[in-house]
């Protein structure tokens, strides 16, 4: 199966060392890469490992031609504003009778449901496992298991660079710091704003209620205030009580619809929410038939990032190569 990625950064290159190790079980080929500042590659017979970059391609729909893929691997930066341009990338790989693979939360975030119905009714595959929580089983969990069981909410503490900054503080760092200890980990969006305000976890929140809820939000709609008051003498003396700060992601069905939130909680330390660390992540869902369980991540990279596109990938492989 033919490959056409869009960005090609962190998780891009990941994905790629992925599919060399992969190649002899799992077919694929990267045909393009298109990026913003790096230019263009293309060939359809498949390019080889590091490919030199030629001049950038006047526009997303002049690559996909191009690449003659039968896939477009959505992986540019996240603008959690309105999720553009990455939803016109993945229109434009529909047009083309293209399936889609994405590890960008914005397209979900703001426009799952169209995209979703747009893929079905053009019969292709539409997939982003690493939006949410990287490789670990979030989206994929709902669709492959768990049959009869309605999910009535999640609660989930899902941003690594506020844990960072929090347990910065509370070894005597500075705010600045921790937000410095995270950039060098690589682990905060392009804009390290997005992940303190709280608009990183807002997107997923509005991601996951999009996809588990039929919530049809945005992160705007999320009720959103994030970590930047939070100060090291206050961190200090909340520790001292032996408790700690998560920034927190809550969603519930209500009567009237969804109501979604992130918040700064005081916890306990023993609170199974507080107990990831650094980049480690968890996620309850609170469900009719099962109660509450979760998905837990333990230092997570991008590694595990390239993995969920992966594991998105061989599915999609996997309904096509049957498809006469
Ligand atoms: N890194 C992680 O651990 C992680 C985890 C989960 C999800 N994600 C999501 O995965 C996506 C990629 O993350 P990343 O860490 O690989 O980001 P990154 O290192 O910043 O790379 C982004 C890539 O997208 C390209 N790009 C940006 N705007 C573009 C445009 N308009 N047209 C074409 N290419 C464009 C960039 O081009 P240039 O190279 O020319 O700048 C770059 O190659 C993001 O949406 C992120 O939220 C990342």
């Not at 506020?162 to 910065?168: A, F, G, M, P, Q």
Request: with cysteine.
């Amino acid at each position: 199966m033919r490959l056409a990625l869009i960005g090609f950064g962190n998780v891009g290159r990941a994905l790629a060392r992925l599919l060399v190790e992969k190649r002899k079980e799992y077919p694929f080929t990267i045909t393009g890469i298109h990026t913003l500042r790096h230019g263009t590659a293309v060939d359809p017979a498949g390019l080889p490992a590091g490919p030199a970059m030629g001049p950038r391609a006047a526009s997303v729909d002049e690559f996909l031609d191009a690449a003659r893929a039968e896939a477009a691997v959505e992986l540019t930066t996240l603008n959690p504003t309105d999720g553009q341009p990455a939803i016109a990338h993945i229109r434009a790989a529909f047009a083309r009778g293209m399936h889609v693979v994405t590890a960008n939360k914005g397209p979900i975030a703001h426009a799952f449901a169209e995209l979703r119905d747009e893929a079905a009714r053009a019969g292709l595959g539409f997939r982003f496992e690493s939006a949410v929580m990287d490789g670990a089983p979030v989206f994929n969990l709902w669709r492959h298991t768990m049959p009869g069981v309605r999910v009535l909410g999640f609660t989930g503490a899902l941003n690594s660079t506020s844990k960072v900054v929090i347990e910065t503080m509370e070894r005597g760092g500075s705010f600045e710091d921790g937000l410095a200890a995270a950039r060098a980990m690589g682990i905060t969006e392009a804009d390290g704003a997005f992940d303190v305000e709280g608009w990183d976890s807002a997107a997923k929140t509005a991601a996951l209620a999009n996809v588990l809820l039929d919530a049809c939000t945005t992160p705007q709609q999320v009720s959103t205030r994030g970590i930047t008051r939070l100060t090291p003498a206050r961190v200090a003396e909340i520790h001292r009580q032996g408790k700690t700060v998560r920034l927190i992601s809550r969603a519930r069905r209500t009567s009237s619809g969804v109501t979604l939130r992130v918040r700064a909680e005081v916890l306990d330390r023993a609170d199974i929410l507080a107990s990831p660390s650094g980049t480690s992540n968890i996620l309850l869902f609170h469900t009719d038939l099962m109660g509450t369980f979760g998905t837990v991540s333990i230092r997570p990279g991008v590694e595990q990032t390239a993995y969920g596109v992966f594991s998105d990938m061989v599915e999609i492989w996997r309904i096509w190569r049957q498809t006469p």
